[in-house]
Structures are given as structure tokens and as C-alpha cells.
């Protein structure tokens, strides 16, 4: 990007229309999110998946353009994405920011009735006393470093939907502040907003090129503090069986039966490499469907390891399984079909190893502890890395994903806001230096 002449005009919006707008906390934000129905689907057949992420796509573009964003703009696939121009004089790489807009199909996100707690006790919190609901901290520990803090709570009807769009309102909120305070230099910011991350699409037509930011943040994580930038490789696996069916009285010598091949061969991978037994970096197979008669049968697998080479050596190991079966029954009776859908990101941030180090800074101006954790999953982020977007994933402060048991933090919402503030400005400061 070119030194601008007169840097200072890229601020010189129409100021009086900020006038008299009162700033909106992160919590009105997010509350108002919330209201908005983005539950995305699986096999819809349209992008996005569902009409609410448009309809919300349309409410952030009208929120970022009144806030005083440039080129804000929503693709045909409701991307949405703005920028706010630099406002220095030196050159320094644009910076972006992403969240998703949709919310886990894993349960509804309709009529969402989000509780307040105003000062948790440290106690039970009871979300529905008709359906025996509570979130008790024996069960969820992290609930014990939230005493004395508002909590946001679900009434056991739904999710919370803070995945993402705590993540969505925290970077309304840093818009809004770089917008109203000018004197916080920084180069280029890209703001973008993605449908379908939970169905694993969120990358999907994400244009880097127009998004036009170098580097990323994904503000997509859970606990306050956390950082991340190592996640699965993850692949597909399918195995399709084929038998022999012959009348079982005269089958003798004869029949093949394709469900017990694929018994055969689920029971040649190792017994404890699943994600019930398994954590941290370990890598595992996990069977997450199968179907089967005699004729045919099928399983269907994922593969996940953080090592890459293990990760091959796992798709080496199913490859030689399915070998061992065709050794044994014939030619074609195994068949195994394997899908990469993304690689761990740590080699993509790695060299760029300042933004690992920027989010430390950022936390530790903001009072927070950064914890580096390793995500037994995939981000957007990962896969936007290896689409030429080196993009490490930050936290939001919501925490139980997915489900009725989902909350969030407003204390931690506000201190995510604080640490994307800092980030800008380590960011500026790492690269003007
Ligand atoms: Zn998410």
C-alpha cells in the first residue's frame, strides 16, 4: 500500500454522523447478534447454507458501513468484508480480522433467550428447571475462574451462539474504537465475516486476494487467553466393501460377507488410537459412520494427527489394511477412498512467528495469560494459511461450544476487545520499528 500525502483524510469521515451515536458495548452487540437465527446446514444446495446468515450478513455490512468502514461489500456468497484505511506514514502490511457469522447445526439457534447472570456466586446455575439443566462447576471447571463475573447463559432450549458471534462482536467493537479514536495509528485493518465455518465450508470462497490483508487473526477460540496456530491435518477416509452373496444354505466355501470384512478391517487399527483415547497432540481414526449387508458395506472414518508425518503414515496404515483384504478375499473387495480437507497451519505461521508473539503481547498489556493450546480440529484459519492467509486463531472468551450448555463471559468479551485493540497497535509497533 502507498504512503498516503495526507494520511490524516483517511479519517476525515463525515465525523458529525458519528456525533451523538452512543458507542455500543460488546455485550448490546452480541446480544443483538444473538437474536439473529445463522444455524447453518449440511447439503443445502446454496451459499450460504441458510437465509438467516444472509439476513445477518446484510445487518453487519449496514453496522460496519454506518460506522464509518470503506468498501464495505457482501459477495454473492455473503462474505462480508470492509477495511479501514491506514493511517501512517510508514508501509506496513495489512492486518485482518475473521469471524464466522453461522452457528453449529448441532443445535438450534432459533429463538435464542439468553439469561444474565449479573455476579456469579460460583454456584450451580440452573437453566431450565423443567428440563433438569444447570451448568454445575464440578462438571464444567472453567466455570471456577468466572466468579464475580456477568455471565451470559443459554435456558437450555438452545445454543448461545457465542461461537462466533461473541468473536463477530468483538471486532464490531475494535471497528468502532479505531473509528473514534484516530490518534491509534495503524496500517490497513480488513474486516471479514464468513458463513458456514461449522459445516466446514467457511474457507470455501473466501477471496484472499480481495480481503487484502497479509496477515490474519481468526477470533474464533474459547477460553480468554487462548491462542492457537497448531491444528489437525485432517482427511477423510471411506472404505467400501464388496462381498459375494450366496444363499447361506449353500454358501459354504462360497459367500463373502462384506459386513464382517469391514468388522475385519476396523478391527486391524489400532484399538486405542480413537478420540476417546486420546488428547493433546495425539492423532487418531475415528469410525463415525458405517452401513453394511452382505453385497456391500461401508465405513467411514476421519483421520486426524497434528504431525503431518504421522499423519501420512496413518493413511499409509489404512492403505495397507484395505491391501491385506484384497490379499485375502480378491481384487476389489476393498476399496479406500481418501480426502484431504486441511493441514496443520503451524508450518504456514511459523515463519511468521510475530503474530504468535503479537497476541502474547497484546494479552499481557491486557492483563490476560496466554495460553498456546493446540485445537483437536480445524479452523477457516487453516485452511485461509494455506490459501496464502497466514492466520493464527485467537479467543473470544465463550466457552462449551455447540450445545445448550454454551455461555460466555462479558468481563472476558470486553477483555478480547481490549486485546484486539493492543494487538493493532503491537502490530503497528513491531512493523514501524
Ligand atoms: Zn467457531
Known sequence: MK???????????????????????????????????????????????????????????????????????????????????????????????????????????????????????????????????????????????????????????????????????????????????????????????????????????????????????????????????????????????KGKSIHPGSAKNKMINASLVALEFAAMLPMAETPQHTEGYEGFYHLHDMKGGVEQAELQYIIRDHDRDKFEERKRFMALAAFYINKKYGEGTAKLIIEDRYFNMKEKIVPHRELIEYAGLAMCAAEVSPKIVPIRGGTDGARLSYMGLPCPNICTGGHNFHGPYEYCSVNSMEKVVEILINLVEQYTKGKSE
Open 3 to 241: 504512503k498516503k500525502s495526507n494520511s490524516g483524510d483517511l479519517f476525515r469521515r463525515p465525523s458529525n454522523s458519528r456525533k451523538g451515536r452512543r458507542i455500543m458495548t460488546v455485550k448490546e452487540r452480541f446480544l443483538n447478534y444473538i437474536s439473529i437465527n445463522t444455524r447453518s446446514e449440511e447439503d443445502t444446495g446454496q451459499v450460504p447454507s441458510t437465509d438467516g446468515q444472509l439476513a445477518f450478513a446484510r445487518m453487519l455490512a449496514d453496522e460496519l458501513d454506518a460506522l464509518g468502514a470503506e468498501k464495505v461489500r457482501i459477495s454473492e456468497y455473503g462474505y462480508v468484508m470492509a477495511e479501514l484505511g491506514s493511517n501512517l506514514e510508514a508501509d506496513i502490511p495489512a492486518l485482518g480480522f475473521i469471524a464466522h457469522m453461522d452457528t453449529s447445526p448441532d443445535a438450534s439457534g432459533e429463538n435464542i433467550k439468553p439469561r444474565i447472570i449479573e455476579n456469579y456466586d460460583g454456584g450451580v446455575i440452573v437453566l431450565n428447571e423443567e428440563l433438569g439443566m444447570c451448568l454445575d462447576p464440578a462438571e464444567f471447571e472453567s466455570l471456577k475462574s468466572h466468579v464475580g463475573e456477568q455471565l451470559i447463559v443459554t435456558d437450555g432450549t438452545t445454543l448461545l451462539g457465542a461461537d462466533d458471534k461473541a468473536g463477530v462482536a468483538e471486532i464490531m467493537c475494535l471497528v468502532e474504537h479505531l473509528v473514534s479514536h484516530p490518534e491509534i495509528k495503524h496500517g490497513k485493518i480488513c474486516i471479514g465475516f464468513t458463513p458456514d465455518e461449522e459445516i466446514g465450508n467457511g474457507a470455501d470462497y473466501f477471496d484472499v486476494s480481495d480481503f487484502g490483508a497479509q496477515f490474519a487473526y481468526t477470533v474464533d477460540g474459547g477460553e480468554l487467553g487462548e491462542i492457537e496456530f497448531e491444528n489437525f491435518n485432517g482427511c477423510n477416509a471411506g472404505v467400501y466393501f
